[in-house]
């Protein structure tokens, strides 16, 4: 997650470009998400709230889609 108006992210180009580097090293559930109207403390942000939730239902969906989550049965 990256702030769509902050500098020091590149306005969310340096999200893009870590994202992209993972993918290439097989880390295949890597996501990116640019916040419009968000700078650098995006947890802090008046919407944060939003973020948040975003964050929990990533995990959410990452966890339950991981192997070490399901068990086999033999």
Partial sequence: MSGADDP???YGRR???LTNQFKKRTVNN???R???HTAHE???ETDAT???QFIYDWLTKVISESPLT???SH
């Fill in 8 to 10: 020091a992210g590149g």
């Fill in 15 to 17: 999200a893009r470009h």
């Fill in 30 to 32: 890597a996501t990116v």
């Fill in 34 to 36: 640019i916040l419009p």
């Fill in 42 to 44: 995006i947890l802090l």
């Fill in 50 to 52: 939003q973020h948040y």
């Fill in 70 to 72: 399901h068990h086999s």
